[in-house]
């Protein structure tokens, strides 16, 4: 017969795992180490290379010069170089929103592309003749006299996504440690350190929050610093109110897993 707990706050039996779950219930703890790792050096990633490396393209991008002319055209350049284009045609549906470019070598052939259709992509033809800038051998930006429209292959000032990235990486890699140690340190009492409810809203409000802030300080322009502060809060205080609610009973506990 499987014992039972009470609970501290209103003498409610929280029911404790069968010695036959008790190998299941390492297993998972294990699991969840090896994807607390995991997450860990994603986050680790993020933010000792990723973040860099778009920081430094983004830098080295702004700063480049003009190219100089030449008879033959290298197929990748650090400068800016500006050449004619005829379209041969143009996609804008809501998956794929792209340019297919004809122009000279190495370039005979290009597809570039958009995040959005205006200002210059919507009112482009078939045989209509463009200048397109070229930066390492992307098209990162086309003119269609003085309009200018930059294409998805320019590198972009939005630290803020990849820093929400290595926010929600780091976030998990603590929740997965903390539900994976306590399975293995003391299988049968997990408490409110289960799946449901405890550990499913945990990760409902980490991906969102992370998803929402980091898309806000993008469209306002907010620093980066702000996203990890910010979802770094929210689920602090989401985990510390919903501990606080499943020890009182105001949110049903689910079995230990």
Request: with cysteine; hydrophobic share 45%.
């Amino acid at each position: 017969m499987a014992m039972k707990r009470t609970g501290a706050a209103q003498g409610t039996d929280i029911p404790l795992p069968p010695r036959s779950r008790i190998g299941e219930t390492l297993l998972v703890g294990g699991a969840l180490l090896v994807l607390s790792v995991l997450a860990a050096l994603t986050c680790y990633s993020a933010f000792a290379s990723w973040l860099p490396d778009s920081r430094g393209r983004l830098h080295e991008y702004r700063t480049a010069k003009t190219c100089p002319a030449r008879t033959v055209i290298p197929s990748s350049e650090d400068c800016l170089r500006e050449l004619a284009f005829t379209v041969e045609s143009t996609r804008n549906a809501s998956r794929q929103i792209d340019a297919t470019l004809l122009g000279p070598e190495p370039y005979p052939r290009r597809v570039v592309p958009f995040g959005h259709s205006g200002p210059v992509l919507s009112g482009l033809e078939p045989k209509d003749r463009i200048t397109g800038t070229v930066w390492r051998g992307n098209v990162v930006e086309i003119a269609e006299g003085d309009i200018r429209q930059v294409s998805a292959d320019a590198p972009r000032d939005e630290p803020q996504m990849i820093v929400a990235a290595g926010t929600f990486a780091g976030l998990m890699a603590a929740l997965t440690l903390m539900f994976g140690g306590v399975r293995l340190v003391r299988p049968r009492h997990l408490g409110v350190l289960t799946w449901s409810p405890y550990g499913k809203w945990l990760l409902i409000v980490t991906g969102v929050s992370c998803a929402v802030v980091g898309l806000l300080t993008v469209w306002t322009g907010l620093p980066w610093l702000i996203v990890p502060t910010v979802c770094g809060t929210v689920v602090a205080l989401t985990a510390w109110f919903l501990r606080q609610d499943l020890r009182q009973g105001r949110v049903g506990q689910g079995h230990a897993e």
